[in-house]
């Protein structure tokens, strides 16, 4: 089945940007998602990418896409400490079906 | 834009007992889905419907688990009885029925099995 593979955490120091990984095995993902997650909330939709694509910015979020490697990353540019979250990959196909979520990076900012 | 509604934010019930959620997905939403976030986890799809209809159930545990969306808006999804493991939050999404659309998820409902 499909699987979605992220590092657990990473620290950065405010003001630095932050580097999230992600690896997914499904050649027929189409489309490749980031959510951040608040301590006591739902998943909010950051930013998201089509297989056809290699990279989207959005202000400071920079999504870069190896479909060879099957390698998705996010960049947060000048991060603060309101981008602590946990921060989930997740990949569906073209179809109208469900999202497969990776288990979540959890970014950490120090101040 | 009024985002995912659900109901209610928390609960804790005793094992054995029942449990029901409820979400009100985006107006005008075809599709919505009900996902499981157990600890430590990313989400996990329990079922997807569009409009009133069943698309994909296949990882709902249905000795325990059951879920409607009758008119084709609001969905409510019951925990009868429930066990230990069923700990987690349990997230509501919808998307248009378009399937290049995201999926907008609610704030959850944190279930918690004495």
């Known amino acids: 089945g499909e699987d979605v593979e992220q590092s657990l955490f990473l620290s950065v120091r405010e003001g630095d940007s932050s580097v999230i990984n992600c690896t997914y095995t499904?050649?027929?993902?189409?489309?490749l998602y980031w959510y951040k997650q608040e301590p006591g909330a739902g998943l909010q939709l950051l930013t998201y990418i089509f297989s056809n694509m290699d990279m989207k910015q959005d202000q400071r979020l920079t999504v870069l896409l190896n479909k060879k490697d099957k390698h998705l990353s996010l960049r947060i540019a000048d991060t603060q400490t309101g981008d602590s979250a946990i921060y989930f990959c997740a990949e569906k196909d073209s179809g109208n079906t469900p999202l497969v979520f990776g288990k979540g990076t959890r970014l950490s900012v120090i101040a | 834009e009024a985002g995912v509604a659900q109901s209610p934010r928390y609960k804790i019930i005793e094992k054995r007992q029942s449990v029901a959620f409820w979400c009100n997905p985006i107006?005008?939403?075809?599709?919505l889905y009900w996902y499981q976030q157990i600890l430590g986890q990313g989400p996990k799809l329990l079922i997807q419907?569009?409009?009133?209809?069943?698309?994909?159930d296949s990882q709902l545990p249905k000795d325990r688990f059951s879920a409607e969306r009758l008119k084709g808006v609001d969905s409510t999804l019951k925990i009868q009885p429930a066990k230990l493991e069923d700990s987690a939050v349990y997230l509501c999404a919808s998307s248009s029925s378009s399937s290049n659309q995201p999926q907008h998820f609610g704030d959850g409902t944190r279930l918690s099995i004495l």
């Open positions: 419907f569009q409009n009133n209809g069943v698309v994909d």
């Open positions: 499904d050649s027929s993902s189409t489309y």
């Open positions: 107006s005008g939403h075809a599709t």
